[in-house]
């Protein structure tokens, strides 16, 4: 933990690029003067305690978190604006935050690192020759247009402070379950294999789970979609219609609400396979149960976290929320989430901040050839382990689809509901 030091030097040093000879793009503002409380309202992903401290010593704010589950965060934010001042979760959440008006454009002229974020972002895919993939690949949703609504044209204020992000798949024990070959043997329909009968968890989020059950689905031949991150009505009612019948017959042993839920799922012995989040495998690895990430030969479902200033938020705590949203792109946040698997929208700004062993596993898809430790302190990497999927360039390179709030959007809430209470 460093010793605390005032904003304006804070600011002015993101700009020395920490060793990194990036370039300057836009000159130091100096927000926040006093010592507010700024609220912060996301997951369980981004807002541990680490982050907490490190940020408050930095800023010299206080800052406030509040962890929920995806639907819980969805349904205060948008009752009640004025309960959070920044809100942080996943992409698939702009459009349902955007059309209540809870949220408030960010002008990229207060972030002083704009200019280094990739073209996952800005441009749709990390390589020019990379799918984009189905569904809303941030860019779509990321730019405030002319007329208000959201699209890909740059206007110099954003919905979101593009920030985390990851591709998603499941994790299985393989204590019971052989280890498969990455982008070969591995696939979705393992989450629909009648061996794992009664062991199967699945992530309770409409606009996340119903992928990974679609993806299941597809793999599985039991039915194909025209455009899975847009699903018609007889698509959604099709394919309810087959988990429904899982569900029957006692195929999943449970559905999660958070990263720790999750992890408790697979220590527990509980499930075998599930839906999971890069940090609870390495937290269940890092307490003794051997859980492998997997890379679909399918693809991945990819998603993109979310920095959202609500519209409530004025005067110095926005200040506040402008330090923090600068804060998060500045070297050390995107270190630390490197850590648990996560990645940072501009890696160059973390690197000098990761030894090279961290650096070659987490964003280069090279063996490391001492264990590594995880942000709990303990080790979830093996010596002589290579990450799972590859690189990050690899990686997001093979996206079947992003998480997605659908056209059909409140039509796949009512069977989702439907589909848990079966």
Not at 192 to 203: A, F, H, M, Y
Not at 384 to 391: A, E, V
């Amino acid at each position: 933990m460093s010793m605390p030091f005032n904003r304006r030097k804070f600011l002015i040093n993101t700009l020395k690029g920490s060793g990194a000879g990036l370039a300057v793009m836009h000159a130091p503002y100096i927000f926040s003067k006093s010592k507010v409380t700024l609220r912060v309202m996301g997951t369980h992903v981004t807002l541990q305690e680490e982050i907490r401290k490190q940020a408050m010593a930095d800023l010299g704010i206080n800052l406030e978190f509040e962890a929920r589950g995806e639907a819980e965060l969805v349904q205060k934010a948008t009752t009640n604006p004025a309960g959070f001042d920044l809100y942080e979760q996943w992409s698939d959440s702009i459009k349902t935050l955007w059309q209540a008006e809870v949220i408030q454009p960010i002008d990229t002229n207060r972030i002083i690192n704009w200019g280094e974020i990739n073209s996952i972002t800005k441009q749709g895919s990390i390589t020019p020759e990379a799918a984009i993939g189905a569904g809303d690949a941030p860019y779509k949703i990321l730019n405030v247009q002319d007329d208000g609504e959201l699209g890909s044209k740059f206007t110099g204020e954003v919905s979101f402070l593009p920030y985390v992000h990851n591709v998603d798949s499941f994790g299985y024990n393989t204590d019971v379950i052989p280890q498969g070959i990455p982008y070969e043997t591995e696939s979705w329909a393992w989450l629909l294999d009648e061996r794992w009968q009664g062991k199967v968890g699945i992530i309770n989020a409409p606009t996340i789970g119903i992928f990974d059950l679609a993806l299941a689905v597809q793999a599985k031949g039991l039915m194909s979609f025209v455009d899975m991150g847009n699903m018609s009505i007889v698509e959604i009612d099709q394919l309810f219609v087959i988990l429904m019948g899982y569900k029957k017959r006692g195929h999943f042993a449970g559905f999660w609400n958070s990263v720790p839920q999750s992890v408790d799922f697979m220590t527990s012995k509980r499930v075998v396979i599930e839906s999971m989040f890069s940090p609870a495998v390495s937290s269940a690895n890092g307490k003794g149960t051997p859980v492998t990430y997997a890379a679909p030969k399918e693809g991945y479902r990819a998603w993109h976290g979310v920095m959202c200033l609500s519209s409530a938020c004025k005067g110095e705590v926005r200040d506040a929320a402008y330090d923090y949203m600068n804060w998060w792109l500045s070297g050390w946040p995107g270190a630390f989430i490197a850590r648990q698997g996560y990645y940072i929208s501009n890696p160059q700004r973390s690197k000098p901040l990761l030894t090279p062993n961290e650096w070659g596993y987490w964003y280069e898809g090279k063996a490391t050839a001492i264990a590594l430790k995880g942000t709990d302190g303990k080790i979830s990497v093996p010596a002589g382990d290579i990450r799972r999927g590859g690189s990050y360039i690899n990686r997001f390179s093979n996206i079947a689809v992003w998480n997605t709030v659908m056209d059909n959007y409140d039509y796949t809430l009512q069977k989702w509901y439907e589909f848990l209470v079966a």
